[in-house]
Antibody, heavy 116, light 107 residues
Framework: QVQLKESGPGLVQPSETLSLTCTVS????????VSWVRQPSGKGPEWMGR???????AYNSALKSRLSISRDTSKNQVFLKMNSLQTDDTGTYYC??????????WGQGVMVTVSS | DIQMTQSPASLSASLGETVTIECLAS??????LAWYQQKPGKSPQLLIY???SLQDGVPSRFSGSESGTQYSLEINSLQSEDAATYFC?????????FGSGTKLEIK
């Protein structure tokens, strides 16, 4: 069955870089696009960016200068790196499988706290 | 960026009632709208796609509709398990944007 699982540090120091990994199973990264979406506690989600099935990427312009999304298809993994983290980057980070009609699967999410 | 204005922020309704949640897009999104349900501590789940198509496995008491740039999610015959937060999302143009959410309480 389709699964996505995020992994990475739960605590990041201000000004440092966040690195997250999304490991997928049950589908191929060369057939489906994967996005990163984050959600501050008690707020609506924010789409961060996408790794297209063909290897192309798209980013939220508000984050583009700090964000990088890459993948390793041999390991079924998609990576997120975001630098210069601040406290308002605190929240739950999800990777998602995208269909043309929306997100059909979400990972369980990983809580990231930016704090010294 | 396309703004999705979602209302109400919260509502309370009784078992068996019907409720409607709305999202107003700041420009035409050509029915490229999805609705998600999120229960506390869980990931969102897709309910409706393409504004009005029911995702497989979702009860038929959920339905979506549109009128111009206004999109609606209707839940009929409310059940206790419908207590959750609901979000809309446009996927017509980057960056894909979400509504701020509607928290539904079942009395």
């Amino acid at each position: 069955q389709v699964q996505l699982k995020e992994s990475g540090p739960g605590l990041v120091q201000p000004s440092e870089t966040l690195s997250l990994t999304c490991t997928v199973s049950g589908f191929s990264l060369t057939s489906y696009s994967v996005s990163w979406v984050r959600q501050p506690s008690g707020k609506g989600p924010e789409w961060m960016g996408r790794m297209w099935y063909d290897g192309d990427t798209a980013y939220n312009s508000a984050l583009k200068s700090r964000l990088s999304i890459s993948r390793d298809t041999s390991k079924n993994q998609v990576f997120l790196k975001m630098n210069s983290l601040q406290t308002d980057d605190t929240g739950t980070y999800y990777c998602t499988r995208d269909q043309t009609e929306g997100i059909d699967y979400w990972g369980q999410g990983v809580m990231v706290t930016v704090s010294s | 960026d396309i703004q999705m204005t979602q209302s109400p922020a919260s509502l309370s309704a009784s078992l068996g009632e019907t409720v409607t949640i709305e999202c107003l897009a700041s420009e035409d999104i050509y029915s490229n709208l999805a609705w998600y349900q999120q229960k506390p501590g869980k990931s969102p789940q897709l309910l409706i796609y393409d504004a009005s198509s029911l995702q497989d496995g979702v009860p038929s008491r959920f339905s979506g509709s549109e009128s111009g740039t206004q999109y609606s999610l209707e839940i009929n015959s409310l059940q206790s398990e419908d207590a959750a937060t609901y979000f809309c999302q446009q996927h017509h143009d980057y960056p894909f944007t979400f509504g701020s959410g509607t928290k539904l309480e079942i009395k």
